[in-house]
């Protein structure tokens, strides 16, 4: 195994540990010692549902729930609205696309009220400066809790 490659992966069970020791906090108290870049986890409960990573932490976690983002800054929220409403298959047809949904009446309430249950959720988090290495532990952390709003398909 390439040496460098084996140093980034002996560091992922040890980060990925401390992610699950941070205490959950919510999107309205998140503390102000956190930190600016890393990987941070949705869950409800013992549910674990989504793992991102971020260089700017604080305004990341609030862009997935807050009322003007659109899918865009939200997709956590959109993927859960689209669940909602049964409209799951992307498309690139002007009819279905992401922009349409969103000017949906039906789908924008899904949005919304998608936005409030990620606001709701408990959030973990844990720092993590490099680049490849916050990838890495991204998806160590969504194959080890499968979680199953991560989409690492190519679109």
Do not use: W
């Not at 799951?88 to 949906?104: F, H, I, N, V």
């Not at 709701?120 to 969504?142: C, K, S, W």
């Amino acid at each position: 195994m390439n040496k460098r490659f084996k140093s980034y992966v002996e560091l992922l069970e040890p980060l990925f540990q401390q992610l699950m020791r941070t205490p959950a906090a919510r999107v309205a108290s998140l503390p102000a010692d956190m930190p600016r870049a890393g990987v941070y986890l949705f869950s409800e409960g013992s549910r674990h549902l989504y793992v991102g990573r971020t260089n700017r932490m604080r305004a990341r976690l609030q862009e997935h729930c807050r009322a003007g983002s659109t899918h865009n800054s939200a997709p956590f929220a959109f993927t859960l609205a689209r669940e909602a409403t049964g409209r799951s298959a992307a498309t690139y047809a002007a009819e279905g696309s992401r922009q349409s949904l969103e000017r949906d009446p039906e789908f924008r309430t899904a949005f919304e009220r998608a936005k409030a249950r990620v606001r709701r959720m408990d959030i973990r988090f844990v720092q993590e400066g490099d680049p490849t290495r916050q990838a890495l532990l991204e998806l160590y952390a969504a194959i080890a809790l499968g979680t199953r709003y991560n989409d690492f398909d190519t679109h």
